[in-house]
């Protein structure tokens, strides 16, 4: 028989490997998980490179098939494990929607996080730059205003139906809400959503714990 046993290569604080995580949670499927990146090295092995060349996590591997970029890991775990799920519907205009936030994410969150978790979180206190910060977090509060602006009409992101989409803005929702020392605006609708995303199993697991 062959191997078919999932096995995620990744840190467990990575927020790409924690959506991956949480969409495997998602669609109750069982898995391995190995510690590579920052302090777990690994990235840049002999037997890493040839699964993922850029030397980045997470990676998916299963048997002889290896799959990087999380919102694809996340796309192919619906696909070949969970088709008919509704967190990734069938119907062309449906899962066209929920892509575009997957890419949106990569596209337009992404580049205004990384500056302000990593100036806070993961840098020590004494060498933060905390007015440069500020500045980056300004920037990162209009993107979040557009999501704030959506979701006074819906439930969740793509409407009444968790979906993909939820995964992974909510991901990086975790981090923009809950790094300390800033200022931000209210943004009540966005709020209400996270908190709903709070109450699941994935998300508490995976998503929830301090950030590091």
Not at 17 to 29: A, D, N, S
Not at 48 to 66: H, K, Q, S
């Amino acid at each position: 028989m062959p191997d078919t046993k999932l096995t995620i290569w990744g840190r467990a604080n990575s927020v790409n490997v924690q959506k991956v995580l949480w969409c495997l949670t998602e669609l109750g499927l069982a898995y391995e998980r190995i510690d590579a990146g920052m302090q777990y090295g690994k990235t840049r092995e002999a037997e890493y490179l040839p699964m993922n060349p850029n030397a980045r996590i997470p990676t998916l591997v299963e048997g002889d098939f290896m799959l990087w970029e999380s919102n694809s890991i996340m796309r192919y775990l619906c696909l070949a494990h969970g088709r008919g799920t509704p967190i990734y519907p069938e119907a062309p205009k449906q899962r066209a929607s929920v892509d575009r936030w997957l890419d949106w994410t990569l596209s337009t969150v992404q580049p205004v996080d990384r500056p302000v978790f990593w100036g806070i979180v993961r840098t020590a206190p004494a060498e933060r730059d905390m007015i440069q910060v500020q500045r980056d977090a300004d920037a990162a509060a209009e993107v979040w205003a557009i999501a704030d602006r959506l979701l006074a009409t819906r439930r969740f992101v793509e409407g009444e139906q968790f979906t993909l989409a939820d995964i992974a803005i909510g991901s990086y929702a975790r981090r923009w809400l809950g790094v300390e020392g800033i200022s931000r605006p209210a943004q009540p609708h966005l709020t209400r959503w996270f908190a709903e995303l709070g109450k699941r199993p994935g998300f508490a697991q995976f998503v929830a714990p301090p950030m590091s």
